[in-house]
């Protein structure tokens, strides 16, 4: 089934685990950049710290602005602050401070990667963000950037939130439905590319 085909409010709870969480997990692979989405949790900080420390790739980029938070400082440098406290070296880390969605996330860190690397050098991202957003950024990374880049998906690991336990938050299970309806009206609003998708 397309993924524009698909009602999420229909969905069974086994079926809205395999579209959020189904297949997202982290393959291993070394990559050129560590790419984390924006937000003010110690989680996607914590599990970008891991990454670098495991030598999975050289380089962090933090994306993300305030404009969602009732807070002066941009979400990148809120998190940069707190990964040069893991004791990662500021020289690593590269920061895009503007974005206040994930298309804008992705949109924005094209250029602090195309001026860090150039962008035609770039063979694998490895994206962090928390679980149920994972989808999202990978379809929109594969919307809005170049078709040559590979991702390796790396979830935080947060104790809550994951395909394991999602629904028995209250909290986290609206998180998960919101986030199935905003996918299919993304993608059949043309902001995020549509697939096919087993949810069966």
Known sequence: MRLSEINPESLSRKQLTRLIFGGIHDDGKNGDCIFVFGGKTSHRVLKAAQLFKN???????????????????????????????????????????????????????????????????????????????????????????????????????????QSYNWWKAEKERQRVLKEATSLVKYVREGILMDCEMNID
């Not at 941009?74 to 969605?101: G, R, S, V």
């Not at 063979?123 to 919307?143: D, G, I, N």
Request: proline share 7%.
């Open 55 to 161: 030598k999975r790739a050289p380089y962090i980029l933090l994306s993300g602005g305030s404009s969602r938070w009732d807070h002066p400082k941009p979400e990148a440098e809120w998190m940069k602050e707190h990964l040069m406290a893991f004791d990662i070296p500021e020289a690593c880390i590269l920061t895009e401070c503007e974005a206040a969605n994930t298309t804008e996330n992705v949109i924005g860190s094209m250029m602090v990667l195309q001026k860090k690397f150039s962008l035609h050098r770039i063979k694998r991202l490895l994206l962090v963000s928390s679980p149920y957003h994972m989808r999202r950024c990978e379809l929109t990374c594969r919307t809005y950037m170049p078709d040559w880049i590979q991702y390796s998906l790396c979830p935080d690991n947060r104790p809550y939130g």
